[in-house]
C-alpha cells in the first residue's frame, strides 16, 4: 500500500520469492491455486496426466509474468511425487508451499462400483497427499521450514 491507498498494488507481492507445487494443476480449482499462487509471485510447480493442458497453463502463467514449470505424471505414484519434489529443487531452490490438489470422484457406492475403482480414488485421493507430504518434508525442514 502506498501513500494509504488500500486500492493500490503492493510493491511486494504476497508470496515472492516461495514456490509452490500444486498437484492437480492442469484444470479447475487447481490452476485456478496454481494461478493465484503465481499472481502472488510464487514459483509454481504444477503435475497433472495431461501434457498439453500442463504446457497451456505454464503458458498463461508465464503471460500474466509469472514462473511456472509442469511435471507429467500420476501422483499415485511415488515417482511422480519424487520428480515433483526435484523439480522444485533443481529449478527454484526449495519448497515452501504444498497444495495437493489432485483428486478424483466416481465412487458410485458399494454395490455398483469395483474394488479397483474404489483402489484408484484412494490412491488419488489419499495416497497422493502422503506421498507428496513425505517427500516434501525433509526438504522443507533442511531449510528451515
Known sequence: MK???PNQETAMKKLEG???????????????????FAAEGANVVISGRDEKRGQTVVEAIA??????????GDVAELETNQKLIDAAVERFGGIDILA????????????DDSLEAWRRTIDVNLHAVYYLIKLAAPVMVNAGG
Request: net charge positive; no cysteine; hydrophobic share 40%.
Open 3 to 5: 501513500n494509504g491507498d
Open 18 to 36: 516461495k514456490t509452490a507445487i500444486v498437484t492437480g494443476g492442469t484444470s479447475g480449482m487447481g490452476r485456478g491455486i496454481a494461478e493465484r
Open 63 to 72: 503471460a500474466q509474468g509469472g514462473n511456472a514449470l509442469f511435471v507429467s
Open 100 to 111: 495437493p490438489n489432485a483428486g478424483i470422484l466416481g465412487i458410485g457406492g458399494v454395490l
